[in-house]
RNA sequence: GGUCCCGUAGCUCAGUUGGAUAGAGCAACAGCCUUCUAAGCUGUGGGUCGAUGGUUCGAAUCCAUCCGGGAUCACCA
């Protein structure tokens, strides 16, 4: 058993000895002991006084002498203030490592029930090139699935790629207009990047034509509103909607360009998925939804014969669901789908990882299945992350301050490769281990300087920090992972250890501590469904690991059984680090 | 204006959901490589946890008010 949860349940049972109570798991407020005092865990007993109606000192003295009484693996406890902390015994730690070690394979506990969990991220649109906040978003949907999985769930990871829409046919209407036949082989450009290409010069001459119309003495708004190009814009998505043979042929064509450059990018990410959605497919799901929301009277039909529900009673205002002409709005998809992906995967939860300026809309799609009394309304959760701002301020796509994801990841496998290089120990490794290692080394620094901020919160991306390769970042994870992975390659095959009596040093005891540590880190993770909790503890590891080794020798130990304590720790340290690197979408290198 | 989110060291972020003297990284300064990779380790300086009041044994954490920043309130997506 965990050393943490022996000391819990021993807690609870000694209180309801001396006490006559009946306390349970929550009533023990248990601690790690702060590295200030002696001790390995800290009970914290000022709740406790209730119960023993005795000033907090004699109640943490009186459990710690019932504790160290009745169990053998406590060595000693001490008192300070209000705070019971208690020593265990060296044997204690390391015969909780020895099971430890004892399974060669990495594996976390999991979940007491499995539940089948779909978490749609990524979410594209198909108009331009994907730029640092999907990427935000991708990482973090592809790791707190990753994340759910380790915690032994189903998950199936859900794009629903919005493929309609005026957008698009601003992009194929300039395309057709200004492109001359333009395609991803005759230019050489990547698919999506030549679809955005058109979306800006539409933007471009669609100004124009405002600027030309505002000079004739008419209002902006109206210009807006009249300008031939949107004008042609909207009647192209009308010709789309009635099936249009050449419209269709030619937004099949720019789409496929589109999916070509996004899977480009998404395998260069690293993300996958196991099922995408198209809304050009779903678009007119949810009307049915409408219906029976009328039936029900949760909806309410105006004389326009719009459709709409008043949310004033949850605090918020009245939502239209269906528009007057009886076309969908986002919300009437978004019904739709929900309810299909119940239907057809019985799912046990729903997660949309989508940012956070659409908080009201997530809030009212829960609000609305609510009302019509789905027993899974609870079950639909979206995961709301923060925005990427730059250090000049927002990304905003109209005044070209985006920054490309497809740019970015090759701006930093160069700066990897730059600085590894600066470096010189790669000498002897082959061109190719070169690239790939370049390649491990950028994205790693990318994707953990993305996902180790709480997803909820805004972030700053600042390009020459996230570079960076050294503090609290992802290749000095690697780096540290590599150290190991050298001691063990010298050391050669590890077996036979038994190490009950080897000295344990502190640089030692709190490795172990941190690596017993790691089932309650995942789930917190998924509690929180932040990545951020498996980043920060992946660097705390590192930063443990790279004390111990600096103060103790593994190869040049002599005594052997020593050594096999030691090697075992190194080696469940890599194991470890790896395989929380991996739920955040890193590769860890052999050497770097 | 209504609703929601955020405010912690010069900068970027943690803070185990109410516990001890609030921690990391970067930046600055000072040390440590004939020893398993110095992308490392050790140390120093740096704080009115936006402000005020409240709740209690105890508040960065909970409540109220205020200040500052952001998002959102479309027959857009």
């Given at each position: 058993m965990e050393i943490q949860k022996l000391l819990k349940c021993k807690a609870i049972e000694m209180v309801n000895e001396l006490y006559q109570a009946e306390i349970s798991d929550s009533d023990i407020q248990l601690q790690i002991t702060r590295p200030e005092f002696e001790g390995d865990f800290t009970i914290v007993v000022f709740p406790l006084t209730k119960l023993s109606r005795k000033s907090p000192q004699d109640t943490a003295v009186a459990l710690g002498e019932a504790l160290l009484k009745h169990v053998p693996e406590i060595e000693k406890y001490e008192v300070v203030k209000g705070f019971l902390n208690i020593?265990?015994?060296?044997?204690?730690?390391?015969?909780y490592f020895y099971t430890l070690a004892e399974s060669v394979d990495f594996s976390w506990k999991t979940a007491p029930v499995s539940r089948k969990i779909m978490v749609e991220y990524s979410s594209p649109n198909t108009n331009k090139p994907l730029h640092l906040g999907h990427i935000r978003n991708n990482l973090l949907g592809y790791s707190v699935a990753e994340i759910l999985k380790a915690r032994g769930h189903t998950v199936i990871k859900a794009n629903l790629i919005n493929d309609r829409g005026i957008h698009i046919c601003k992009s194929m209407l300039a395309w057709m207009k200004f492109g001359n036949g333009e395609s991803p082989e005759s230019s050489g450009l990547k698919g999506d990047?030549?679809?955005g290409k058109y979306y800006v010069i539409f933007d471009k001459e669609y100004k124009k034509e405002i600027a030309a119309l505002v000079n004739t003495g008419i209002s902006e708004e109206e210009a807006e509103k009249g300008a031939p190009l949107i004008k042609e814009a909207q009647q192209l998505l009308q010709l789309w909607e009635k099936g249009d043979p050449e419209t269709i042929r030619v937004w099949k064509m720019m789409n496929e360009w589109v999916y070509a450059g996004f899977n480009e990018t998404y395998n260069k990410l690293g993300v996958n998925f196991d099922k995408f959605y198209y809304e050009s497919n779903t678009y007119l799901l949810g009307k049915d939804i409408v219906q029976e929301g009328l039936s029900k009277n949760v909806f309410t039909k105006r004389e326009d014969g719009s459709v709409w529900i008043d949310l004033t009673k949850d605090g918020l205002d009245e939502k239209l669901v269906l528009r007057s002409d009886g076309t969908s709005v986002y919300m009437t998809q978004d019904l739709g789908t929900a309810?299909?992906?119940?239907?057809e995967f019985a799912l046990?939860?729903?997660i949309y990882t989508v940012g956070n300026e659409q908080d009201y809309h997530f809030k009212v799609l829960q609000l609305i299945f609510k009302h019509f009394g789905r027993s899974w309304w609870q079950s639909l959760h979206h995961l709301s992350y923060g925005m990427v701002d730059l250090p000049s301020g927002k990304m905003k796509s109209r005044e070209g301050t985006v920054v490309d994801a497809d740019d970015l990841i090759a701006e930093m496998i160069q700066a990897a490769e730059d600085k590894t290089k600066e470096q010189g120990k790669i000498d002897g490794i082959s061109e190719?281990?070169?690239k790939?290692?370049?390649?491990k080394i950028g994205l790693s620094a990318l994707k953990f300087f993305l996902l180790k901020v709480d997803p909820k919160k805004k972030m700053l991306f600042n390009p020459e920090e996230s570079i960076e390769l050294q503090g609290f970042t992802g290749p000095f994870i690697q780096y540290t992972y590599t150290r190991i992975r050298s001691i063990l390659r010298k050391a050669g095959e590890l077996n036979n250890f038994n190490f009950s009596n080897v000295p344990l040093h502190s640089e030692e005891k709190e490795v172990i501590k941190l690596l017993s540590r790691k089932d309650e880190?995942?789930?917190?993770?998924?509690?929180?469904?932040?990545?951020?909790?498996?980043?920060?503890?992946?660097y705390e590891l590192a930063k443990e690991f790279n004390k111990f080794y600096q103060v103790h020798s593994v190869l040049n130990e002599t005594n052997s059984e020593i050594q096999k304590f030691r090697l075992s720790l190194c080696f469940k340290t890599a194991q470890c680090i790896a395989?929380?690197?991996?739920l955040l979408g890193i590769e860890v290198p052999e050497r770097m």
């Amino acid at each position: 058993m965990e050393i943490q949860k022996l000391l819990k349940c021993k807690a609870i049972e000694m209180v309801n000895e001396l006490y006559q109570a009946e306390i349970s798991d929550s009533d023990i407020q248990l601690q790690i002991t702060r590295p200030e005092f002696e001790g390995d865990f800290t009970i914290v007993v000022f709740p406790l006084t209730k119960l023993s109606r005795k000033s907090p000192q004699d109640t943490a003295v009186a459990l710690g002498e019932a504790l160290l009484k009745h169990v053998p693996e406590i060595e000693k406890y001490e008192v300070v203030k209000g705070f019971l902390n208690i020593l265990f015994t060296k044997e204690t730690w390391l015969n909780y490592f020895y099971t430890l070690a004892e399974s060669v394979d990495f594996s976390w506990k999991t979940a007491p029930v499995s539940r089948k969990i779909m978490v749609e991220y990524s979410s594209p649109n198909t108009n331009k090139p994907l730029h640092l906040g999907h990427i935000r978003n991708n990482l973090l949907g592809y790791s707190v699935a990753e994340i759910l999985k380790a915690r032994g769930h189903t998950v199936i990871k859900a794009n629903l790629i919005n493929d309609r829409g005026i957008h698009i046919c601003k992009s194929m209407l300039a395309w057709m207009k200004f492109g001359n036949g333009e395609s991803p082989e005759s230019s050489g450009l990547k698919g999506d990047h030549l679809v955005g290409k058109y979306y800006v010069i539409f933007d471009k001459e669609y100004k124009k034509e405002i600027a030309a119309l505002v000079n004739t003495g008419i209002s902006e708004e109206e210009a807006e509103k009249g300008a031939p190009l949107i004008k042609e814009a909207q009647q192209l998505l009308q010709l789309w909607e009635k099936g249009d043979p050449e419209t269709i042929r030619v937004w099949k064509m720019m789409n496929e360009w589109v999916y070509a450059g996004f899977n480009e990018t998404y395998n260069k990410l690293g993300v996958n998925f196991d099922k995408f959605y198209y809304e050009s497919n779903t678009y007119l799901l949810g009307k049915d939804i409408v219906q029976e929301g009328l039936s029900k009277n949760v909806f309410t039909k105006r004389e326009d014969g719009s459709v709409w529900i008043d949310l004033t009673k949850d605090g918020l205002d009245e939502k239209l669901v269906l528009r007057s002409d009886g076309t969908s709005v986002y919300m009437t998809q978004d019904l739709g789908t929900a309810q299909d992906r119940f239907n057809e995967f019985a799912l046990d939860e729903l997660i949309y990882t989508v940012g956070n300026e659409q908080d009201y809309h997530f809030k009212v799609l829960q609000l609305i299945f609510k009302h019509f009394g789905r027993s899974w309304w609870q079950s639909l959760h979206h995961l709301s992350y923060g925005m990427v701002d730059l250090p000049s301020g927002k990304m905003k796509s109209r005044e070209g301050t985006v920054v490309d994801a497809d740019d970015l990841i090759a701006e930093m496998i160069q700066a990897a490769e730059d600085k590894t290089k600066e470096q010189g120990k790669i000498d002897g490794i082959s061109e190719d281990e070169q690239k790939e290692l370049f390649r491990k080394i950028g994205l790693s620094a990318l994707k953990f300087f993305l996902l180790k901020v709480d997803p909820k919160k805004k972030m700053l991306f600042n390009p020459e920090e996230s570079i960076e390769l050294q503090g609290f970042t992802g290749p000095f994870i690697q780096y540290t992972y590599t150290r190991i992975r050298s001691i063990l390659r010298k050391a050669g095959e590890l077996n036979n250890f038994n190490f009950s009596n080897v000295p344990l040093h502190s640089e030692e005891k709190e490795v172990i501590k941190l690596l017993s540590r790691k089932d309650e880190i995942l789930r917190e993770a998924e509690e929180n469904l932040s990545p951020a909790i498996i980043a920060n503890y992946a660097y705390e590891l590192a930063k443990e690991f790279n004390k111990f080794y600096q103060v103790h020798s593994v190869l040049n130990e002599t005594n052997s059984e020593i050594q096999k304590f030691r090697l075992s720790l190194c080696f469940k340290t890599a194991q470890c680090i790896a395989a929380n690197l991996k739920l955040l979408g890193i590769e860890v290198p052999e050497r770097m």
